[in-house]
């Protein structure tokens, strides 16, 4: 699949957050790496860097490339993005649709709760929690396809760094900027 699904000569999207393994031109891999947000910040400071992979396995990995013409999507815990992604998502509207569920609750309305469960939860990487029902469900791993099926009326996804406001901007995207936003 790749990277740049709708690319045009009127549209100019930015991809981040996708589930795979980037296949490009690498120009290094980096271990130490505990998070996406770290990865996304390696890429920005790596010359000549465009895209990203950030392998979540219990060896996680930063992949950096040049080029990313297509994902491959057989690397369950790897996720994939470009130079320009924001480090952090908090509060994007929708849920994830495909990720590894660790527990769902009721958190009697109350997103704080959520996030704070999240952080209680040493593999906790996402939550998603749901206004009208007061359902909070925490992720190890989260991807929001774009398909439409991943959107709802009362839900928003958080990263486990924005529990407990300890994310901020410019790092916090508080939007679905992880699937198509446009570039600035």
């Known amino acids: 699949m790749s990277i740049h699904p709708k690319k045009g000569p009127n549209i100019n999207i930015l991809i981040c957050g996708k589930a795979g393994l980037c296949v490009g031109e690498s120009l290094g891999a980096f271990e130490g790496v ?3 947000s770290t990865c996304v910040e390696t890429c920005q400071e790596t010359d000549g860097c465009e895209f990203y992979t950030f392998d979540a396995s219990s060896d996680p990995f930063c992949f950096v490339y040049s080029t990313c013409p297509v994902v491959d999507d057989s690397c369950a815990s790897c996720t994939s993005g470009e130079d320009e992604c924001p480090r952090v998502i908090c509060r994007a509207p929708g849920e994830c649709a495909t990720g590894f569920l660790l527990d769902e609750f009721d958190s009697r309305g ?3 709760a959520c996030g ?3 952080l209680g939860s040493a593999p906790c990487r996402w939550y998603t929690h749901f206004e009208d029902s007061g359902k909070c ?3 190890e791993t989260c991807h929001i396809d774009g398909d439409g099926g991943d959107l709802c009326d009362d839900c928003l996804t958080s990263e486990r760094t924005c529990a407990g406001g300890r994310a901020s901007p410019p790092d916090c995207a508080h939007e679905i900027s992880h699937i198509y936003a446009p570039r600035k």
């Open 34 to 36: 505990d998070d996406k």
């Open 110 to 112: 109350d997103p704080a």
């Open 116 to 118: 704070e469960a999240c």
């Open 137 to 139: 469900v925490l992720y």
